[in-house]
């Protein structure tokens, strides 16, 4: 039987195309992050540029699996459509993702069990989209072997995401991962002015907050807070910053931001 094979789509322009270039660029990046301690998250959500824009966010989250890298066995991963507009949470008809780390395969038994109305089988919008495809480098250097479902996700309701991700969060071996920016476009002062205030959203677990003026991946992050909400998740700032801080001018920059949801309070902050 021909194994399905969704291809890499941005290799070359969002992160290096060539293995070694690529490995060393993302342990690089988390070799930038301080070691800690801490507890096993449950879910992260991180940012989708290109990794010299938004590598160093979403380093300060990948980071905090290092010391738990046996432990996940299935990542649950969503992101929004850039590219294609439809109604739902699209899953993937593939049999692996493919970087150029290799492949991850996809748990079709899980994505099979997958019972909801919101959710479909929609090909058309795995196949350009970026958002889900940059963590998977980060993911594959920092995990040992582990399982995919991922999802993109159109128009949806809080509500619905978060059911959906309630059908698969089952212990502590899944983990969530939810992929967004944050404001776009803005000047330097403005986005971290309204980041800040997404940050305080985040942080109080209210999806009402959110739009897509504060985050083009609102409609997957907004669900991941019901559900963090339902399930007793405390969530952690682990950086809040724009490609003004990290690559390009400040004249127009697009905000990031990395938390962590963990089963006990904590007080870290951002910077």
């Not at 594959?140 to 949806?156: E, K, R, S």
């Amino acid at each position: 039987m021909m194994i399905r094979i969704r291809e890499a789509a941005v290799a070359g322009s969002f992160y290096p195309a060539e293995p070694v270039a690529l490995r060393a660029t993302v342990q690089g990046l988390l070799g930038d992050v301080p070691e800690t301690e801490g507890p096993a998250p449950r879910a992260l959500v991180v940012p989708h540029a290109g990794y010299v824009y938004s590598g160093p966010v979403a380093a300060a989250a990948y980071a905090r699996l290092r010391p738990y890298s046996a432990l996940y066995r299935r990542v649950l991963l969503l992101g929004p459509a850039h590219y294609v507009a439809f109604d739902g949470l699209a899953v993937s008809a593939a049999d692996v993702f493919h970087t150029p780390l290799g492949n991850v395969p996809l748990d079709a038994s899980a994505i099979a069990a997958l019972d909801h109305p919101a959710v479909c089988s929609f090909e058309a919008a795995h196949a350009p989209e970026h958002s889900l495809e940059v963590q998977l480098p980060f993911l594959q250097c920092v995990l040992d072997a582990f399982t995919l479902v991922p999802l993109v996700v159109g128009q949806a309701a809080p509500g619905a995401v978060a059911e959906v991700v309630a059908q698969l969060w089952e212990g502590p071996e899944t983990l969530v991962v939810v992929s967004t920016d944050l404001s776009h476009y803005l000047g330097y002062e403005s986005a971290r002015a309204r980041d800040l205030f997404t940050c305080q959203a985040v942080e109080s677990l209210d999806e009402s907050r959110i739009g897509h003026a504060e985050a083009c991946g609102a409609a997957p992050l907004r669900g991941l807070l019901v559900a963090a909400r339902r399930r007793g998740l405390h969530p952690v700032t682990l950086d809040l910053s724009n490609s003004g801080d990290t690559a390009g001018g400040r004249d127009r920059v697009v905000g990031y931001g990395a938390w962590m949801f963990v089963e006990e309070p904590s007080c870290e902050q951002a910077a």
